[in-house]
Structure formats: structure tokens, C-alpha cells
């Protein structure tokens, strides 16, 4: 099974600041990453797939980069609503999720 | 547009299975699979696996084989998931999501497993 690990584990911003989340494959997922969002009481909404590609409808504040096992979701300014949980998930081999970056206000 | 709506919570006795349903809309429901993702308090998401479009090939997770099973009624534009021999650690929200039309949700499904 492929294992995703994230950091940080909480991450304290500003709103109106950049916000910068990572990801590591335990091997290599090509480019087959996808981030998501989740409020609680909510399911996980698609931000980004393909490591780079913004899901419908998602701001251009959001951004993904990366390949092989190094991947990076970057806020660009943080609006209100973008303090939430952050997951990613790579599906190179089934599907498995990391364990979370928890984006709160400072 | 596409909608999708599952059943309500359950309460179940560790032993016991529980089936949970999810009603979609919107879209021609034999073209698409129907994922299904299980969340546990705190926990990450986790994929259970996939019931295929038309033909009802399926694929579970290595870690619930055997004991899941995902079944879908065309008539009803309906799919199921049906978890047995409940242990107290399968307490979770349960998902269906139609991701290959795009990014659609069920609501979730909490399952409780207690005695």
C-alpha cells in the first residue's frame, strides 16, 4: 500500500496570507495526486487533480504542484472559508489518502 | 443536475450487518461507477472500493474482502453497500461519491457499532 504523509499536521495563517500544504508518496504516484477539502459534517470536496489541474469551479487561489513522490497545495490568499482540513490522495495504486492538514486562523 | 442522497443513520450490535443506500440523479445512472469511502472519527477518509458502471463488475479494498459487498438496482438508479460481521472500529461515516461524471457526493451515512 502506498503511504501519503503530510506537514504539517496543523497549519496557522492569516487570512489574506499564502498557506503552503505538502504531501509525500512512500513511492512514486506519477502525477496521479488529487487534493481535497472537507468542512466538518461534510463530504471532501475536489480541489485539484492531476497534481496541477483545479477541479470545476475552484478558485485560481488554489494551486497544485508536484510529481513523483513531492507534491504542494498552495493558497495563494486566505479567504474565511478556506480554513478546513486538507487531504490528499494519490490513485497510481487504488486509492489512499494522507492524514491531514488541519488549516486554522491565527 | 446530479444529486445524490443516502439512507439515514443506522445503530447496529457488533455481529450484526448493515446495508446503506445511494439514490443518484441527474445523470444516466447506468454510465457511471459508484465509489464507496468509509471516514471514521478523526480519521482520514479511507476507499472501500467501486461497483463499475453497466455491468456490475466490482473492486473492494484488501482490507474489507470478504465482508463488504456493493450491489446496484438500475430501476432505482440505486446503488448499496452492504458491510457484515460489524466490529466496534467499523463506527464510521459512510460515503458513495460519482467521481468519474465529476465530484459528487452523498451526504454520508453515519453507522454506529455498539452493544
Known amino acids: 500500500e502506498i503511504v501519503m504523509t503530510q506537514s504539517p499536521a496543523t497549519l496557522s495563517v492569516s487570512p489574506g496570507e499564502r498557506a503552503t500544504l505538502s504531501c509525500r508518496a512512500s513511492?512514486?504516484?506519477?502525477?496521479?495526486l488529487a487534493w481535497y477539502q472537507q468542512k466538518p459534517g461534510q463530504a471532501p470536496r475536489l480541489l485539484i487533480d492531476?497534481?496541477?489541474t483545479r477541479a470545476s469551479g475552484i478558485p485560481a487561489r488554489f494551486s497544485g504542484s508536484g510529481s513523483g513522490t513531492e507534491f504542494t497545495l498552495t493558497i495563494s490568499s486566505l479567504q474565511p472559508e478556506d480554513f478546513a482540513v486538507y487531504y490528499c490522495?494519490?490513485?497510481?495504486?487504488?486509492?489512499?489518502f494522507g492524514q491531514g492538514t488541519k488549516l486554522e486562523i491565527k | 443536475q446530479v444529486q445524490v442522497v443516502q439512507s439515514g443513520a443506522e445503530v447496529k450490535k457488533p455481529g450484526a450487518s448493515v446495508k446503506v443506500s445511494c439514490k443518484s440523479s441527474g445523470y444516466t445512472f447506468t454510465s457511471q461507477a459508484v465509489h464507496w469511502v468509509r471516514q471514521a472519527p478523526g480519521q482520514r477518509p479511507e476507499w472501500m472500493g467501486w461497483i463499475s458502471d453497466g455491468n456490475t463488475n466490482t473492486k473492494y479494498s484488501p482490507k474489507f474482502q470478504g465482508r463488504v459487498t456493493f450491489t446496484r438496482d438500475t430501476s432505482a438508479s440505486t446503488g448499496y453497500m452492504e458491510l457484515s460481521s460489524l466490529r466496534f472500529e467499523d463506527t464510521a461515516v459512510y460515503f458513495c461519491?460519482?467521481?468519474?461524471?465529476?465530484?459528487?457526493w452523498g451526504q454520508g451515512t453515519l453507522v454506529t457499532v455498539s452493544s
Open positions: 490522495q494519490q490513485y497510481n495504486n487504488w486509492r489512499t
Open positions: 492531476g497534481a496541477s
Open positions: 461519491a460519482i467521481i468519474d461524471l465529476g465530484d459528487y
Open positions: 513511492q512514486s504516484v506519477s502525477g496521479n
